[in-house]
């Protein structure tokens, strides 16, 4: 598994989002072959992130720039799991592990719930690992 970074915002330092994103993917199973840029992109608000997926195994994530240093990491951690999700079989085109998701509200989604729960547990992992943000 490979990642790369593009356009990150300077008010994260790079040790702390490489450390975030090796965290992250440490916590899930991915095809050794799966590729993930990670983009900052220019979003109006608070706005999380999306992905999309380029071909078998590349995968993009983007993050909006303009959320605080807390929620860009929320974001990565959450958006690492649908990488888990996608590159494994489980989520294609809202069909969650064989199930049809299109109709359902955005909260009652399985592969959301799934990914806000990961999201929240790498979140507390990582920061029992770094302390306080200011060491990482």
């Not at 993009?60 to 974001?75: D, P, Y």
Request: hydrophobic share 35%; with cysteine.
């Amino acid at each position: 598994m490979l990642y790369v970074v593009h356009d990150r915002p300077e008010v994260v330092s790079e040790s702390l989002w490489t450390r975030a994103c090796d965290h992250g993917f440490n916590m899930v199973t991915l095809p050794e072959d799966t590729w993930v840029e990670i983009t900052f992109i220019n979003e109006k608000g608070e706005g999380g992130g999306t992905i999309d997926l380029f071909e078998t195994n590349h995968i993009l994530i983007e993050i909006n720039r303009h959320q605080s240093i807390n929620n860009m990491l929320l974001t990565l951690f959450h958006e690492i799991k649908h990488v888990e999700q996608i590159a494994n079989g489980d989520l294609k085109e809202n069909i969650y592990k064989g199930e049809d998701t299109k109709t359902y509200e955005y909260d009652a989604r399985p592969h959301e719930q799934d990914a806000w729960e990961f999201e929240k547990i790498a979140m507390i992992t990582f920061l029992e690992t770094v302390g306080e943000m200011g060491n990482a």
